[in-house]
């Protein structure tokens, strides 16, 4: 079991910058949390959920088309913490942000994931 809890959500104007975090816990993680592929998931209103980053065990990063540039994903595996930080935000990037952590990178929509933390953006 993997649970997870983000932190760093909220309301900011066009142009600015959010840092998200997220901590993970539970056995299955903490004892190699090397092991996981980690990311964050966005889902704006009405919309579905989609992968927005990820980072993989050997480090390898992978980001949506729409954030590129833009997001940058990170890990602290000593303290078992994943960050986005969030620049030059945009009003489309209004949404619930989760994160989540997986064996393969491939399963992240479908991963243990947090309870998500709200960004809101205005133009």
Known sequence: QVYLVESGGG????????KLSCLASGPSYTSSPVRHCVGWLGQAPGRELREVASNGRYGD????????????????????????????????????YYCAA???????????????????VSS
């Open 102 to 120: 997986a064996l393969a990178c491939r399963d992240l929509l479908f991963a243990f994931r947090g309870q998500g933390t709200q960004v809101t």
């Open 61 to 96: 990063t992978t980001y949506a088309d729409s954030v590129k540039g833009r997001f940058t994903i990170s890990k602290d595996n000593a303290k078992n913490t994943v960050f986005l930080q969030m620049t030059s935000l945009k009003p489309e990037d209004t949404g619930t």
């Open 11 to 18: 309301s900011v104007q066009a142009g600015g910058s959010l």
